[in-house]
């Protein structure tokens, strides 16, 4: 699937659970060509908010939408074969597949709701068509890891598996690629790969959301900032606006 070129919109969603509330009104958009950054300290709701977007909870109020699309209410299938792919901090993956299986199951993911039941159905190695193998192996060489094909995924140390993640997120093309903290255990030649991988995806039109903690890496990438607090939006602007907001700076980076 690809769904290029549209607007994500979150409007007034909320979510407790039990008595918690993980988001109370949460409100912004992220824009196509773009990257919006979603920053918070723990606990702010962060991911709660992606799974949200991605089908795994129900909002209690509130709606989703990309472009004159509803999300919210769709299953996460659904969500993804509207062209929203979303990163995992641990995607569960099959022993026994190799990386370059894992990659090309991004392209069928749209299909299927995770990552495994997408891996287990692929169609054997040699009925993959051979544009899934090229458009692959293109991905992989982008983040370094082409010269791992055959390896085993699940072996791969932690900084190579959260960049074959992206791989298989972004070799679909998505229209909305939510990243979920994919820079943690990564080092500066890794960040930097990815750093490359999401400017491709966002030159290409896509509406890129990035948790992240790396603020220097949300610094260089964004083009705009929404900062999380307890569930709600404390401050919404470009990196220029949020870097200098004293409630940001005191609340998140604890200066
Ligand atoms: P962040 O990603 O910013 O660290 P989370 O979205 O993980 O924040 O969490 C926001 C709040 O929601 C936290 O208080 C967390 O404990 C709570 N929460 C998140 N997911 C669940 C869940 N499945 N069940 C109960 N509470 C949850």
Redesign the pocket.
């Known amino acids: 699937p690809s769904v290029d070129g549209q607007l994500l919109s979150v409007e007034g969603i909320s979510k407790a659970?039990?008595g918690?509330r993980?988001l109370d009104g949460v409100t912004f958009t992220a824009a196509p060509g773009r990257v919006t950054a979603l920053i918070?300290?723990?606990?702010?709701?962060?991911?709660?908010?992606l799974n949200m977007i991605c089908g795994f909870y129900r909002a209690d109020a509130g709606r989703i939408t990309l472009g004159s699309s509803r999300l919210d209410g769709l299953s996460p299938h659904n969500v993804a074969r509207a062209g929203v792919a979303r990163t995992f901090q641990t995607p569960n993956i099959p022993a026994d597949t190799t990386v370059l299986e894992t990659v090309i199951a991004g392209r069928y993911a749209g299909h299927r709701a995770t990552v495994a039941e997408t891996i287990l159905r692929l169609p054997r190695y040699n009925r993959v068509r051979r544009a899934d193998i090229t458009e692959a192996l293109r991905v992989l060489d982008m983040v370094g890891l082409r010269y791992l094909e055959d390896a085993e995924a699940t072996a791969l140390p932690l900084g190579q598996r959260r960049l074959l993640e992206v791989a298989r997120c972004v070799i679909d093309n998505p229209g909305v690629l939510l990243l979920d903290e994919v820079a943690s255990g990564l080092d500066e030649d890794e960040v930097e790969r990815l750093a490359e991988l999401i400017r491709m995806v966002r030159k290409a039109g896509g509406t890129v959301v990035l948790?992240e903690h790396n603020f220097d890496l949300v610094l260089s990438l964004a083009d705009g900032i929404v900062a999380?607090a307890q569930?709600q939006v404390m401050a919404d602007g470009t990196p220029e606006e949020i870097k200098t907001d004293t409630r940001v700076l005191s609340e998140y980076l604890g200066v």
């Open positions: 659970f039990g918690n993980a918070g300290p723990n606990g702010s709701g962060k991911t709660t908010l948790v999380l569930g």
